[in-house]
C-alpha cells in the first residue's frame, strides 16, 4: 500500500459546484497533514494545514478522521481559479526526518 | 511569498558532466530541502539540511549531494549527470520552533534539468 494515495482525477466540474477529494495514509503514527496546490508547471503552494478538529478557510474545509487514516478536502463554490493539481501531504515521525510524504495529486479543472 | 529563489530555473546539460543547483532563501530557516518531481512519482526527497553543515539523506538521494555553508544557501550537486537526473527539482524551506517534525513546507520556483 502507498504511503499516501489520492483519486489522480481528473476531477471537471463547472463553475460554482462543490467538490470533494479524498486521501488515505498508510503509516498510523502520521502526526501533521496539509493540503498544497500546484498549478501546472509551478512550486506547489500550501492550501491549508489539516487539524484534528477539522478546519475551514473560506470555500475550502479540510478533515481528518485517524481512526480512518483519511483526510478530505471539500471546495465549495469552485472557481475557475480553482483549476489546479491538490496534493495531500503527510509528515511522519521517524524514517527520513523532517520527511513531507506527497500524494500524486487530484487534478481539478473547474469549467465555465 | 516566501523569499526563496533557485538557480537556475533552466538547465540543458549532458550526461556525465557536473551539476550544481542552488536554493538561497531570505527568511533565515533553519530547516532547508531539495525534492524531485517526475511524473508519476510525486515529489520525492533528495536531501535536506538541519542547519549550517548539517545535511542528511532523503529517499532518493543516491547521485546527488549536497553543502550548506551559509543559512540562506542549499547547494544540489549531481557530481556525473544521468539521463535519469532529468527532472524539475524543487527547493523547500521550514521553520523549526515546532520542532523538527510536521512543519509547513514552502516551495522556491523549481529548476528543471534536462540531462542529454
Known amino acids: 500500500r502507498k504511503e499516501v494515495e489520492q483519486d489522480p482525477g481528473p476531477f471537471n466540474v463547472p463553475e460554482g459546484a462543490t467538490v470533494a477529494f479524498n486521501c488515505t495514509y498508510s503509516?498510523?503514527?502520521?502526526?501533521?497533514f496539509f493540503w498544497y496546490r500546484q498549478d501546472c508547471r509551478k512550486e506547489p503552494k500550501l492550501l491549508m494545514s489539516?487539524?484534528?478538529s477539522g478546519n475551514e478557510d473560506g470555500r475550502f474545509t479540510a478533515q481528518l478522521n485517524r481512526a480512518s487514516q483519511y483526510i478530505s478536502l471539500l471546495i465549495r463554490d469552485s472557481k475557475l481559479s480553482d483549476s489546479a493539481t491538490y496534493l495531500c501531504?503527510?509528515?511522519?515521525?521517524?524514517?527520513?526526518?523532517?520527511?513531507?510524504?506527497f500524494g500524486k495529486g487530484t487534478k481539478l479543472s473547474v469549467k465555465p | 511569498d516566501a523569499g526563496i529563489t533557485q538557480s537556475p530555473r533552466h538547465k540543458v546539460t549532458e550526461t556525465g558532466t557536473p551539476v550544481t543547483l542552488r536554493c538561497h532563501q531570505t527568511?533565515?530557516?533553519?530547516?532547508m530541502y531539495w525534492y524531485r518531481q517526475d511524473p508519476g512519482h510525486g515529489l520525492r526527497l533528495i536531501h535536506y539540511?538541519?542547519?549550517?553543515?548539517?545535511?542528511d539523506k532523503g529517499e532518493v538521494s543516491d547521485g546527488y549531494s549536497v553543502s550548506r555553508s551559509k543559512t540562506e544557501d542549499f547547494l544540489l550537486t549531481l557530481e556525473s549527470a544521468t539521463s535519469s537526473q532529468t527532472s524539475v527539482y524543487f527547493c523547500?524551506?521550514?521553520?523549526?520552533?515546532?520542532?523538527?517534525?510536521?512543519?509547513?513546507?514552502?516551495f522556491g520556483p523549481g529548476t528543471r534539468l534536462t540531462v542529454t
Open positions: 503509516n498510523s503514527a502520521s502526526q501533521s
Open positions: 523547500a524551506i521550514s521553520e523549526s520552533e515546532r520542532g523538527r517534525w510536521g512543519y509547513e513546507q514552502y
Open positions: 489539516v487539524y484534528s
Open positions: 527568511e533565515n530557516h533553519r530547516y
Open positions: 539540511s538541519y542547519g549550517v553543515k548539517d545535511t
Open positions: 501531504v503527510v509528515s511522519n515521525y521517524g524514517g527520513s526526518q523532517g520527511n513531507l510524504i
